[in-house]
C-alpha cells in the first residue's frame, strides 16, 4: 500500500512538474491558453451558441460585424461566430481522432518493422516505403468513393498517412531500444515480445512521438479544410472550420471577412499545437528537464531506502 502511494504522489508530482516546464516557456504558455480555450469553447457549443445554426436571414447577408453579429453572418445571413463556434468540437473530435488512429497504426507497423521475425520486419518496411509516397488527398478521394464525404473520411485518411508517417520517423530511435541490452535482458527473462515493446521500446520513442502526434493533430485540421472544399471533407450542414471557409471561399471578393475568421482560427490552433508538441517533448524528456530528471532521481532514491 505504501509502495502503491508513493507511486501516485510521483506521478502527480512528474505531471506537475512537465505542466509547469510547458507553461514556463512562451510558446507553452501560448499553446495551453489557446488549446484551452478550444475546450471550453467546444464544450459551451454543445448547449449554447449565440443563434441557431438553423437560423438565416436572406436581407441580412455578408453583414459586417456588429453587436448583434459578432462576426457578421455568412451568404445565407447565418452568424459566423455560432458556426465557428459549433464547428470547434468537430475539428476537436477530428484532431483527437486522427491522432489516436495515426498512434495505433504508427505504433504497430514500428512493432513489426523492430520484430526479431525478419520476414515480417523486412516486409513491414517495404509496405511503409511503399504506402507513404501517397497523398493522404487521393487516400480520401478514394475512401469518399464508396463511404462518401464525412468526417469518418477525413480520420481514416489522415490516420492512415499520419501513421505510416510515424512510423517510418519512429524506427531509427525503436531500432536503436530494441538492440539494447536491457530489452535482450527482458527478452530472455521470458517476457512477451508485445510486452517488451510497450515497456521498454515506445517509452525510449515517447519525445519524438509527441511532436509527431502534435503535428498531426494541427495538420488534420489543414486536411480537414482542404478536403472539406473539394467536397471530401465533412457532409453538408455539418459545422467545421473548414465548412466555413469552405463555403465562404467562393466569394471572397464580395465579403473577404468571412474567409478571414476561420481562417485565423485554424492557423492560431495550427501553431498552437505544434507548439504544444515542441514543449511537452522538452518537458518530459529528462535530458532537457532537470526538474523531472531530480524527481526520478529522488523516487530512486526513495525506493532503495524501502
Not at 473530435?93 to 497504426?105: D, K, M, R
Not at 514500428?110 to 487521393?138: K, N
Not at 488534420?220 to 471530401?232: C, D, H, I, N
Request: proline share 4%.
Amino acid at each position: 500500500m505504501m509502495k502503491q502511494s508513493a507511486e501516485k504522489t510521483t506521478s502527480k508530482n512528474a505531471v506537475k512538474t512537465v505542466i509547469s516546464s510547458i507553461w514556463r516557456t512562451a510558446g507553452g504558455k501560448y499553446s495551453l491558453i489557446m488549446l484551452a480555450i478550444w475546450l471550453v469553447v467546444s464544450a459551451i457549443s454543445l448547449v449554447w451558441t449565440p443563434y441557431s445554426l438553423l437560423d438565416t436571414d436572406g436581407f441580412n447577408t455578408w453583414a459586417s460585424p456588429s453587436g448583434v453579429h459578432m462576426l457578421g453572418t455568412d451568404g445565407v445571413g447565418a452568424d459566423v461566430l455560432s458556426w465557428l463556434m459549433a464547428g470547434s468540437r468537430t475539428n476537436l473530435a477530428i484532431a483527437l481522432l486522427t491522432v489516436v488512429v495515426a498512434a495505433a497504426i504508427g505504433l504497430l507497423l514500428v512493432a513489426a518493422m523492430v520484430s526479431r521475425h525478419g520476414a515480417l520486419a523486412s516486409t513491414s518496411v517495404v509496405v511503409v516505403d511503399a504506402l507513404i509516397s501517397i497523398p493522404t488527398v487521393l487516400i480520401a478521394l478514394m475512401l469518399s468513393v464508396p463511404f462518401g464525404a464525412s468526417a469518418a473520411v477525413i480520420i481514416a485518411a489522415c490516420g492512415l498517412a499520419y501513421g505510416l508517417n510515424l512510423a517510418r520517423i519512429l524506427r531509427p530511435a525503436a531500432m536503436l531500444a530494441a538492440r539494447s541490452d536491457h530489452v535482450e535482458s527482458a527478452l530472455w527473462s521470458g517476457a512477451s515480445s508485445l510486452r517488451v515493446f510497450f515497456t521498454h521500446i515506445v517509452p525510449n520513442t515517447v519525445p519524438v512521438l509527441c511532436v509527431q502526434l502534435s503535428m498531426s493533430a494541427g495538420t488534420s485540421l489543414l486536411a480537414e479544410a482542404g478536403l472539406t472544399y473539394l467536397g471530401v471533407g465533412v457532409g453538408a450542414g455539418v459545422p467545421s472550420w473548414g465548412h466555413s471557409l469552405a463555403t465562404s471561399v467562393k466569394f471572397i471578393s464580395i465579403y473577404p471577412m468571412a474567409v478571414v475568421w476561420p481562417g485565423l482560427v485554424v492557423t492560431l490552433m495550427v501553431i498552437a499545437l505544434n507548439l504544444f508538441g515542441d514543449a511537452l517533448r522538452d518537458a518530459i524528456d529528462p535530458l532537457t528537464n532537470p526538474a523531472l530528471r531530480q524527481g526520478e532521481a529522488t523516487h530512486v532514491e526513495s525506493e532503495e531506502r524501502a
